[in-house]
């Protein structure tokens, strides 16, 4: 099974996750790069306020989901949200991802993002979690495990 872990990531921990969950899955691995910038404060204030309107943005990433048995998508929660990026990759790539698994990191607080990340998809999804950024390692593993499972079921 050819497997493809994709993930945006502003501060870290998303991309550790990703690079976990591909380790683990043999899997590749593809960062959705942000055009906008949402580094400091300003970034930081704006970055809230696209993903609760819900707002898409301008993105690049490498590789061809259609090329894999299977899609891991993971995003930061921004604001109880999706992030702009991994939106506009859902909506982008949605047909094209046979089967999905999604992820995503936060501070404490997941509120809807799960929910959103199913609707903007629309097909299969196999697993989800939300792990918290400083869990992210015993939080990828169970991820991992609960993800296999599902594969072999
Ligand atoms: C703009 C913004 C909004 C955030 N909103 C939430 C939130 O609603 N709930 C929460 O638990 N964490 C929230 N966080 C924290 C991030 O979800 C958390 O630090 C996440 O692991 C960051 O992933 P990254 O390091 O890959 O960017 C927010 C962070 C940012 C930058």
Known sequence: MKALVVYYSRDGHTREAARRIAEALGADIDEVIDRKNRKGILGFLRAGYDATRGKTT???????????????????????????????????????????????????????????????YGGEVIAEAVMKQNEIEEGAKEFVETLKRALHS
């Open 58 to 120: 301008e993105i690049a990433f490498e590789k061809d989901p259609s090329e894999y048995d299977l899609v891991v998508v993971g995003s930061p929660v921004w604001n109880g949200r999706v992030t702009p990026a991994i939106r506009t990759y859902l909506l982008r790539n949605g047909e094209k991802i046979k089967k999905a698994a999604f992820f995503a990191t936060c501070a404490g607080k997941k509120g809807k993002i799960l929910e959103q990340m199913r609707e903007l």
